[in-house]
């Protein structure tokens, strides 16, 4: 598969029961606001001089170094925070390897050596190196110019993040609030999956509904996405293909996501740049029978933790019920939308019915897989084989989807449970057809129908 984020991640799922609350203060405990000022100045300077958005739909060598430049400062920052508090941060202690890397042997060089000094466990350093061979033929395959600066520059951040969670392991609680400063995760998960989008070959289905949905949202309304989900880039893929039209979404979704994401050490700090309802997926519930029942109870912290998060109204939430990614058929080869678990969406339409603020369920449909395809079958042992690719793709929502509109017909609860289901995996079908003929057969904007308008929001 490939990494990102997060995904992601990324990788979604819920049941009638979803991760774990584990008790660790994040890396960075930002008490003060004079403090948190402190902290944060430099980074938050330097996004204000990002390059335009028009610029940045190709591989932004600059915003990465700026990036750099911010993990340094963050560095010194934490030093000063740390002085005032009488602590000790874990980057203090952190090694400079990566760091300090300005070329490919740097960055090659370093793995051997902190896997030689017993930081990096055999594994890990393997799959840093595998990673960092596809994502730089990935991105050079891209075409854009200084493209090999971009590669070195961007890995050199991601495994000093992968270094420092291996030295200093991050625990995700039930819900994990993007981590902003001293290092910005988020702008990270971002400068590092922009180069691998194809924008010249992406589009947005119904572009005109994420902005009906930032109005619902910040009114107080809670929106929950219905989707399929086909990589740990996904949530990544959200937000860059929104950025210029509606950044707001992409910082403030809510993405349920599997255990795998927040345990695999190459995926952590690309998780840790979103917002995250941490849950143990059903496909892996059994992977240790020993661990079942404290998955579930995990799982029930988790659903209560998404109920409380509901009530509060304004939430927009993104859950792929299928319980994990997508796969192409093993027969032709065709990707298409997993298969929707019915008690999934119910469970979610009971939260959002039952928080006490208005609420919407929309299905949304995703095309992303080529820039991170998952293994071929659901695999048991954490640390998969990680692809990537450059590659276009493609989002896409429609108009929400009433409960008692489509199940007025239905005899029982189960009846109307899977009828339910079926109309939003419908649509979300319906809308990645249309992004696979735009994308994959290349007929981009006249892909559209009457149902599924195809924009291109960055130009």
């Avoid at 520059?153 to 270094?163: E, H, K």
């Avoid at 992409?250 to 995250?276: H, Q, W, Y």
């Avoid at 080529?370 to 084989?385: A, F, L, T």
């Amino acid at each position: 598969m490939t990494l990102t984020f997060s995904s992601s991640a990324a990788t979604v799922a819920v049941a009638a029961a979803t991760v774990t609350s584990s008790a660790r203060v994040p890396v960075y405990p930002l008490a003060s606001s004079t403090l948190r000022g402190l902290v944060s100045f430099r980074l938050t300077a330097k996004k204000l001089f990002l390059p335009p958005l028009r610029s940045r739909g190709g591989v932004s060598v600059r915003a990465m170094s700026e990036l750099v430049q911010d993990k340094e400062s963050s560095v010194a920052a934490s030093i000063a925070f740390n002085e005032a508090a009488g602590e000790t941060p874990s980057e203090l202690s952190h090694s400079r390897t990566f760091l300090d890397a300005r070329s490919e042997q740097d960055l090659l060089s370093g793995i051997k050596k902190e896997a030689e000094a017993g930081r990096l466990p055999a594994n890990v350093a393997a799959g840093m190196e595998e990673l960092y061979w596809n994502y730089k033929n990935a991105v050079l395959s891209s075409g854009a110019s200084r493209a090999d600066e971009t590669v070195v520059s961007n890995m050199s951040v991601a495994f000093d993040r992968m270094l420092l969670g291996v030295e200093d392991p991050y625990t995700f609680n039930p819900y994990h609030k993007a981590v902003r400063e001293p290092f910005d995760y988020y702008m990270f998960v971002h400068t590092y999956i922009r180069p691998l989008i194809d924008f010249k070959n992406s589009y947005v289905g119904n572009a005109s509904i994420f902005s009906e949905l930032e109005d619902k949202i910040r009114q107080g309304h809670n929106i929950v996405l219905i989707s399929n989900h086909q990589s740990e880039a996904d949530p990544a893929v959200i937000s860059l293909l929104l950025e210029a039209q509606s950044p707001f979404i992409g910082e403030n979704i809510k993405c349920v996501a599997g255990d795998r994401v927040i345990t695999d050490p190459l995926c952590k700090p690309f998780s840790m740049g979103r917002n995250l309802i941490c849950v143990y997926s059903k496909k892996h519930m059994n992977d240790d029978p020993e661990l079942v029942d404290m998955k579930r109870k995990a799982n029930t912290r988790s659903l209560k933790e998404m109920a409380t998060m509901l009530r509060s109204g304004g939430q927009l939430i993104w859950i792929a019920p299928s319980g994990g990614r997508d796969r192409p058929n093993p027969s032709t080869g065709e990707w298409f939308p997993a298969p929707f678990d019915a008690s999934s969406v119910d469970n979610m339409r009971r939260l959002v019915e039952h928080s006490g603020a208005p609420g919407h369920i929309y299905p949304m449909s995703l095309l992303c897989y080529d820039i991170m395809p998952p293994p071929p079958q659901v695999e048991k042992e954490i640390g998969e084989k990680r692809l990537v690719g450059f590659h276009g793709t493609g989002l896409s929502i429609a108009p929400e989807i009433n409960f008692s509109d489509v199940t007025a017909d239905c005899e029982s609860p189960n009846e109307a449970k899977e009828a339910y289901s079926q109309a939003l995996y419908k649509s979300v079908n319906e809308q990645y057809e249309i992004l696979n003929s735009a994308i994959k057969h290349r007929r981009g904007v006249e892909a559209s129908t009457s149902r599924v308008s195809l924009s291109q929001p960055w130009n």
